[in-house]
């Protein structure tokens, strides 16, 4: 069983929420990545979503836009975030970690050299943002052959048939998007989300993850309440983007810890 | 040869097909069923043809450039005169189209990018005319060399907004209408000003843009008895390149060529030509083409004297043209376009774009070596007015 299924697995027979947040690996520099991820899984974080910065982010709202700038200035390549997730699994062996980003540094690379990378250094999915189901084929058959989970978006837009579509070749988890628009915008609406899932779950059995548009604990608790799990990037990364080389694993730290204790009590 | 491209995916051989975000997947595929169901419409292409003709000013002449084709002593050029346009380019026609068929969506708000600003002139033009609230976004290096056509959209009621991110030019520009295209999908028509991005726009944008090539067919014979040696037009993501090669692909012994922007040169890696320099294939703005990228694939910013071709990739059917062998790529330098920018306006009282300056040159580099009964066809494909004070910064002239 994949470090994905085990996690959803675990939080289902503890009937809990997963937390899922994103970082931009080399987000403010390379030596904070690692740092900052044991620190995420340590405030609470189940799956770690670590975005690999691409020079021209389309899906991305202008937080994560320069959270890539500077991770680029800072000399991050998909190589080098997949060396950073080697070091990260030195001390964390059962943490899932999702690598997310757009496919042309993966095309550049070659999707065969990627996927055997991420088996390598204990990659666990991946979810390329421009690359939809129909233009993926050969980019699935090199990731399910070393067992790295496909991980897709679904929309306020996707249509039935779609969803039946993705529901055939995703694995792990589905990241549904829960509204029209770039990451980090600011208009969620839990009704549209309430109303969308029950099309969704009748035809993906793996758990729902839902993101975009989660500013803070009552937003994420809210959203727990509907789906399996809460991903949690802009937030995050306004708060790297406002913190100092000092503070910023701490501050993060805090963040997702009430992120964690809101999800936790979603019943309530 | 039969050449029937794109498939019904979008793919022009392994080039083109969709490579969109989830949230735009269902908008592109609209477009697509919206296009197919209309470009055969009698209606539809009556209207189009009626707009190009009373209000474009279609159709646009062939000029022979007597003087400038004498001076150089081989080839005679001829010059198809896209800068007679209404607006002053060829982004007109594409523009015409694509709001007919927003029209026929119901779509109220149309959005574009621009670089050198003649699409974003052409869509402001058309969004008047029609009657549709027109976003235009534009990068704040471009706005800057193009300040007068940043005034000419604003005057025809568009918002012009600076694109900061990035290198501040066309693919940022992209970037940042695609993000509008996603918030704002159900109300916006997205009027894309090249044949690329994600299918159907490569299909599309060419299919609007044929009339270049289709009037050619028909005039050349008119005035030469016979079709061109060549036909030769500059690329940038390549649209009035395809509108012009397109109808001529099946044409025998009619040598195709496509200019790209060579900057400071090819070896100075300061340039937009990624078919010339070999650029490895990619993915950007919906669709897989050649593309000018460091070896981790990140994006590398370009260069050009040109606006309009100041950008990192290209149509996926010109990647399949050259790849097949059809049309030939090369590069014209900043130096080189200038030159060929003063001597039209020398030899034949007509100020070009800098931008078709490039296919211009690339016709006067060639010509004295051809015997003077070859015919070479240059897409002239805007007018150089815009151009005004990149030119004039160049020559050290304060307007």
């Known amino acids: ?268 | 040869m039969t050449y029937s491209y794109p498939d019904l995916q979008g793919h022009f051989g392994q080039f083109g097909g969709v490579y969109m975000a989830e949230t735009l997947i269902p908008a592109v595929e609209e477009l697509r069923d919206q296009y197919l169901r209309f470009r055969d419409d009698p209606e539809f292409k009556a209207e189009f043809e009626y707009e190009l003709k009373h209000y474009v000013g279609r159709p646009s002449p062939i000029y022979h450039a007597k003087r400038l084709s004498d001076d150089l002593g081989g080839a005679q050029i001829y010059l198809k005169r896209e800068d007679l346009n209404h607006t002053g380019a060829h982004k007109i026609n594409n523009a015409i189209g694509q709001a007919l068929l927003a029209k026929r969506m119901g779509k109220k708000r149309v959005i574009a990018e621009t670089g050198a600003g003649m699409h974003g002139v052409a869509t402001a033009t058309v969004a008047a005319r029609f009657g549709m609230e027109c976003i235009v976004y534009m990068g704040a290096e471009d706005i800057q060399r193009q300040a007068p056509n940043v005034f000419r959209m604003k005057l025809l009621g568009a918002t012009v907004v600076p694109v900061e991110s990035g290198s501040r030019t066309l693919k940022d520009a992209c970037n940042e209408a695609i993000r509008d295209w996603v918030t704002n999908v159900e109300t916006t028509f997205y009027i894309f000003g090249t044949a690329a991005g994600p299918h159907p726009y490569p299909m599309m944008v060419r299919d609007f843009q044929c009339v270049i090539g289709n009037e050619a067919r028909v005039q050349m014979p008119e005035m030469i008895g016979r079709q061109p040696d060549a036909v030769i037009a500059c690329v940038g993501g390549g649209s009035n390149a395809i509108g012009l090669f397109h109808p001529y692909i099946e044409v025998p012994d009619v040598q195709i060529i496509g200019v790209e922007a060579g900057g400071h040169g090819i070896a100075s890696g300061q340039h937009a030509a990624p078919l010339t320099a070999n650029s490895k294939v990619g993915v950007l703005h919906g669709n897989k083409v050649y593309l000018i990228q460091d070896e981790n694939g990140q994006i590398i910013e370009t260069h050009s004297i040109s606006a309009g071709l100041d950008y990192p990739g290209v149509g996926p059917e010109h990647c399949l043209l050259k790849d097949i062998g059809r049309a030939q790529y090369v590069a014209i330098n900043d130096d080189e376009a200038l030159a060929a920018f003063d001597a039209l306006c020398r030899f034949e009282g007509i100020i070009p774009a800098l931008e078709s300056s490039h296919a211009l040159a690339h016709a006067m580099k060639i010509a004295p070596s051809m015997a003077k009964d070859k015919v070479l066809l240059v897409n002239l494909s805007g007018r150089g007015d815009k151009d005004m004070n990149t030119v004039a910064n160049l020559k050290g002239i304060t307007l």
Not at chain 1, 218 to 247: F, H, P, W, Y
Request: aromatic share 6%.
């Open chain 1, 1 to 268: 069983m994949s470090r994905i299924d085990t996690t959803f697995e675990k939080l289902k027979q503890q009937n809990r929420k997963a937390l899922i947040p994103f970082i931009t690996a080399g987000d403010p520099a390379q030596a904070f990545t690692v740092p900052l991820m044991h620190g995420l899984v340590q405030a609470g974080a189940d799956v770690l979503e670590l975005g690999v910065p691409f020079s021209d982010p389309m899906a991305d709202g202008p937080t994560i836009q320069r959270a890539s700038e500077r991770a680029l200035k800072n000399g991050m390549s998909l190589r080098g975030v997949l060396d950073l997730v080697a070091e990260f699994r030195k001390q964390d062996a059962t943490t899932p970690v999702v690598l997310m980003g757009y496919g042309n540094p993966i095309e550049a690379m070659g999707w065969e050299a990627f996927a055997q990378r991420c088996a390598e250094v204990g990659v666990d999915g991946a979810l390329t943002v421009d690359f939809p189901p129909e233009e993926s084929h050969e980019a699935f058959e090199h990731l399910q052959a070393h067992g790295i989970a496909p991980i897709f978006l679904l929309a306020p837009t996707t249509k039935e048939a779609r969803i039946e579509q993705v529901a055939k070749l995703a694995r792990g988890y589905v990241y549904y998007v829960s509204l029209k628009g770039v990451t980090g915008a600011g208009n969620l609406d839990l009704s549209a989300i309430e109303e969308k899932l029950p099309q969704l779950r009748r035809h993906i059995k793996l758990p729902i993850g839902v993101g975009f548009g989660i500013r803070d604990a009552a937003t994420a608790k809210a959203v727990a309440k509907l789906c399996d799990g809460v991903v949690v990037g802009s937030r995050i990364v306004q708060e790297i983007e406002d913190s100092t080389e000092q503070n910023v694993v701490a501050n993060v730290g805090r963040l997702v810890q009430e992120l964690r204790v809101a999800i936790d009590n979603e019943k309530e």
